[in-house]
Each structure stands twice: as C-alpha cells, then as structure tokens.
C-alpha cells in the first residue's frame, strides 16, 4: 500500500496556499481571473483520478483556477520540475518528497490522494510465491515508493531482495508497462495497480498476485 501525494516548493507557500484556500474552502467566483496552475501526476493509474474528475467536470475553473495537467514520471524529472518552477504542484508517491526534503530541497506535501493497493503479479510460467526464488522482480526506479514497497512485500514472503529475489530497476513507473516488460521475459515479476492488474487477468496475462 503506498499514498500518493501533492507537494509544492516552500518558497511559493503563500500564494499556493491562497490557491487552495480558494479550491476546497470558499465559494465560487465566477467573474474572477482564472490562476494558473501547473500540475503534474506521475503515471496514469486509478489514485489519480481526482486529477481527471476535478478537470472534466470544470471544477477546477469553477473555482478560479486554471490546471493544466501534465505527466512527468516520479524521480528526478519530476522533482526537478518543481524545483524549477516549471509546475507548482506535483503529484507523486510521499517517498519522492521525503527523499528530497531530506536531501535539502524545500518541499512540503500539502494533501494526499489516499491509500492505493499494490499486488504482486508474476509472469504466467510462475504458479507459486516459491518459484519467484532466483528470479527479477521489477520496479520503477530506485529510491521510490514502489522499490520500497517491493522490497517489503518480499521481506514477508520469506525472501531476501538482492539474495534470494533480484530487483531491477525499469525505469517504467507505469504498472501497465511493466507488466509488457514482464511479458517479454525480463523481469518475472512486478508490483502493479488495481485497475492495471484486472486489465491484464481479464486477457490471462498474470497468473497470481
């Protein structure tokens, strides 16, 4: 399970705050000059669907604000670009802005998406936990939530990552995508999203999770 997150720069505090005091607290003022606000998600998967509801539905507008959404995937890239000012909101699992508020960056999560469920799916030729001894398990990138959360799923199914299970990073933050990659026999497993894992059982893809 990992949550999702929205972080800004500390420097832009004020006015982001004003933002969204205006989106969830106050009424609608529609003769009002929209704001501009960039925003970037991280992979296209069901915890982002907030993102895409508040924009079909004008809810972002209906509030002052104009969003552009825009996907940048979790890691470097995408902190970089909130550092730079290139978006002022991002949304990315809580890890990434842990990692670099650590490391002296000036960011601050400010709301959350809420707990999403990851399962362990394997290549079809594996039929039991067991037979992941020896093999590669795939994730995104290091240093993220889903190499985080990969590394503690195995530790409870009795494996030690790096020993008795590889890790690999694919540098994919999309699940759906790694789930190709799975199919094409260089990775044996990977962590993937609800909606991605019915996706592939509905087609005979995975064989457990």
Same mark, same amino acid.
């Given at each position: 399970?990992? +949550?999702?997150?929205?972080c800004w720069?500390?420097?832009?505090?004020?006015? %982001?705050?004003?933002?969204?005091?205006?989106?969830?607290?106050?009424?609608?003022?529609?003769?009002?000059?929209?704001?501009?606000?960039?925003?970037?998600?991280?992979? %296209?998967? /069901?915890?982002?669907? =907030?993102?895409?509801?508040?924009? #079909?539905?004008?809810?972002?507008?209906?509030?002052?604000?104009? &969003?552009?959404?825009?996907? %940048?995937?979790? /890691?470097?890239?995408?902190?970089?670009?909130?550092?730079?000012?290139?978006?002022?909101?991002?949304?990315?699992?809580?890890?990434?802005?842990?990692?670099?508020?650590?490391? /002296?960056?000036?960011?601050?999560?400010?709301?959350?998406? /809420?707990?999403?469920?990851?399962k362990l799916?394997?290549? =079809?030729? %594996?039929?039991?936990?067991?037979?992941?001894?020896?093999?590669?398990?795939?994730?995104?990138? =290091?240093? +993220?939530?889903?190499?985080?959360?990969?590394?503690?799923?195995? &530790?409870?199914?009795?494996?030690? =990552?790096?020993?008795?299970?590889?890790?690999?990073?694919?540098?994919?933050?999309?699940?759906?995508?790694?789930?190709?990659?799975?199919?094409?026999?260089?990775? #044996?497993?990977?962590?993937?999203?609800? #909606?991605?894992?019915?996706?592939?059982?509905s087609v005979?893809? +995975?064989?457990?999770?």
């Amino acid at each position: 399970m990992f +949550t999702a997150t929205l972080c800004w720069m500390k420097s832009n505090c004020l006015t %982001i705050a004003a933002i969204f005091a205006i989106l969830f607290l106050c009424r609608p003022a529609a003769a009002q000059k929209l704001e501009t606000l960039n925003a970037s998600y991280a992979s %296209i998967t /069901g915890s982002r669907i =907030p993102l895409w509801i508040a924009q #079909d539905a004008g809810l972002f507008e209906k509030y002052g604000l104009n &969003v552009n959404l825009v996907v %940048i995937a979790a /890691g470097t890239a995408a902190i970089g670009a909130l550092t730079s000012g290139d978006v002022e909101i991002l949304g990315a699992p809580g890890s990434t802005t842990m990692v670099s508020a650590v490391r /002296g960056l000036p960011l601050a999560i400010i709301g959350t998406f /809420g707990p999403s469920a990851w399962k362990l799916a394997a290549h =079809p030729s %594996i039929t039991s936990v067991q037979e992941l001894r020896g093999k590669t398990v795939g994730v995104s990138r =290091p240093g +993220t939530t889903i190499e985080f959360a990969t590394r503690r799923a195995l &530790v409870k199914l009795g494996f030690t =990552p790096g020993k008795d299970v590889q890790i690999l990073a694919t540098g994919l933050a999309e699940s759906n995508k790694r789930i190709m990659v799975m199919l094409q026999g260089k990775i #044996d497993a990977t962590l993937v999203s609800p #909606d991605n894992l019915f996706e592939a059982e509905s087609v005979g893809q +995975t064989r457990f999770s």
